[in-house]
């Protein structure tokens, strides 16, 4: 390509605010279509020299403008402006943005849920000098708590193992197995000078590691250090202090309550009119009638899901998924247990949930069922109206048997006597309840038939404490777990792992009354256990909505 001709007349100097104005144009294209006198404008091999103007010294004659002019060796900047100046500061800004995070664990994390060092994916832990301090005066006794800081005390052990390495340089996490934690764990090796205000008492231990926390801070700006704790006046704290502060939310089976699956689905208005051309439909030796069905609606649909349709005027439809098939789904009728003619040992369902709940009860497929829902719904009656018909009259079960946590709602009483079914008694007061509404009779039997009913009932009753669990094993039996919400997802493994062949095991709860501290809806073991068993074949759930205990119950649950 021939080179432009040399300018005639001698260019003239722009000002400061020009080069301002002009400096972010892009120079033109090798592909312009602009006249070549165009291209040899003076004006932009100025601009190319006052962008690698800090490389030559400046000179207060307009000469140095003239020398631009000159066409071969002025080009060559060109080049060099992809590694300009304001380029560099990019680089360090995106990888700061990329660090791993720093997570300084507090000592109840630990407690609460032992295997949390793995749970912060390619995330650092870091773990202060009084945090293993008040693990070691934990480590001793029987309870939940003692027996999570032993695995604790027995993890950290398997990490710092290795002699060869530095704990200053950080111990891989992945280390004893566990891939899904890419972060490290470092130790906490020398004292860091903290610098908190003069109120908070030095010695306390949560003010020691909110000290830590600063100290990590000022020592790595450049990563962000994040307190986990799940003391609430802890956070507070923290965040009062400017210290980033978060909850452990990896022991959250749902973030909200109200997602957890219900058991029941609605069906559209227009059911019929878009699956009944392509529906077909057959009678089962039982009685019952089943769809299958397909379409979009299948995708919405889980095993032994409950769908329902009521219309005015029509016929309501309420069945049961028995089965999907990949884009087909199976619905089977349920049997009407409103009517008193399916009366369950003399308990009739008085909604539509509660004749969902006693068809899974009553069902010998379904090996674990969950029921929950608020006080006064029905979950103990029916559940143990389903009991004793199934072990007194279709001797299906050999017995029933009911343990629940015993967390006290107020002050503890102190130690009971007796053995283990006379100390686990004052906890049972809600199953002397329902046996007594159970065990009513119409007046035929008088006295004698009652108290031989009763002495009948209880015989096949057997009340087991769960601290007594471990390593037991239960043949065709009937187990009640009352109070689940209670229940730590460990506790509710510990228990379900307990069934032998033929058992059933059913988990009453209410998700709004959990006593046990540092559980809450998100973290309980019942829904755990419902969120894990869902869609599973021989297992189903469902969530009462509806009081039947009494009016006062029913306007107290709403305002209350």
């Not at 529906?279 to 979009?296: L, Q, V």
Request: charged content about 25%; aromatic content about 6%; overall charge neutral.
């Amino acid at each position: 390509m021939p080179l432009p001709k040399a300018p005639t007349t001698r260019a003239t100097v722009l000002p400061e605010t020009a080069f301002e104005t002009l400096a972010p144009q892009s120079p033109p294209t090798p592909r312009s279509r602009k006249p070549r006198a165009a291209v040899s404008a003076p004006v932009t091999p100025a601009l190319d020299e006052v962008v690698s103007a800090p490389q030559v010294p400046v000179q207060p004659e307009p000469q140095p403008v003239a020398a631009v002019a000159t066409p071969a060796p002025e080009r060559k900047p060109r080049t060099k402006r992809p590694a300009a100046a304001p380029r560099a500061p990019v680089a360090p800004i995106a990888a700061a943005s990329k660090a791993p995070k720093l997570f300084v664990l507090d000592t109840n994390v630990l407690m609460h849920d032992p295997m949390s060092l793995f749970r912060f994916d390619e995330h650092d832990v870091y773990l202060p000098m009084i945090t293993l301090e008040e693990l070691d005066g934990h480590k001793k006794g029987m309870s939940e708590v003692a027996r999570n800081v032993r695995q604790v005390s027995r993890e950290l052990d398997a990490l710092a193992a290795d002699s060869s390495l530095a704990p200053a340089d950080g111990i891989p996490l992945a280390k004893t197995g566990r891939r899904e934690a890419g972060g490290k764990l470092f130790f906490q090796t020398q004292f860091l000078e903290t610098k908190l205000p003069a109120g908070l008492p030095q010695g306390k231990a949560d003010n020691q590691i909110l000290g830590v926390v600063q100290s990590l801070r000022e020592q790595h700006p450049q990563r962000e250090v994040v307190l986990v704790s799940k003391d609430i006046n802890m956070r507070v704290k923290a965040r009062a202090l400017g210290l980033a502060a978060e909850d452990y939310f990896n022991d959250k089976t749902l973030e909200d309550g109200d997602l957890l699956y219900t058991g029941a689905l609605a069906l559209p208005a227009d059911f019929w009119q878009r699956h009944g051309k392509t529906m077909e439909s057959w009678t089962t030796p039982g009685g019952a009638t089943c769809y299958r069905i397909s379409g979009p609606l299948v995708a919405q649909l889980t095993v032994n899901q409950f769908v329902y349709l009521e219309a005015p005027g029509e016929a309501p439809l309420h069945a049961r998924v028995s089965e999907i098939t990949g884009k087909t789904a199976v619905l089977k009728t349920l049997r009407d247990h409103t009517s008193p003619k399916h009366a369950v040992w003399g308990v009739v369902a008085r909604n539509r949930e509660q004749n969902f709940a006693l068809n899974l009860l009553m069902d010998p497929e379904c090996d674990f069922i969950t029921l929950t829902g608020t006080a006064g719904t029905g979950k103990t009656l029916m559940t143990l109206a389903a009991g004793l018909a199934q072990v007194m009259d279709e001797r299906r079960y050999s017995e029933i048997i009911v343990t629940r946590v015993t967390v006290p709602v107020g002050e503890d009483i102190g130690f009971l006597p007796g053995n283990e079914e006379e100390k686990m008694s004052p906890w049972m007061g809600a199953l002397d309840d329902n046996l007594e509404v159970l065990a009513r009779s119409d007046g035929h039997g008088g006295e004698w038939g009652r108290a031989a009913t009763q002495d009948l009932v209880r015989s096949k009753i057997r009340i087991k404490s769960l601290n007594f669990m471990r390593g037991r094993t239960f043949l065709n039996k009937f187990v009640i777990i009352d109070e689940a919400q209670n229940l730590t997802p460990k506790q509710m493994k510990t228990l379900i792992t307990r069934a032998g062949p033929g058992t059933k095991i059913v988990c009453l709860g209410n998700l709004a009354q959990i006593d046990t501290p540092y559980l809450t809806e998100g973290s309980s073991g019942l829904t755990f256990a419902v969120d894990r068993f869902k869609g599973w074949p021989h297992a189903g759930h469902i969530t009462l909505a509806r009081g039947e205990r009494s009016r006062l119950a029913d306007f107290a649950s709403e305002v209350l």
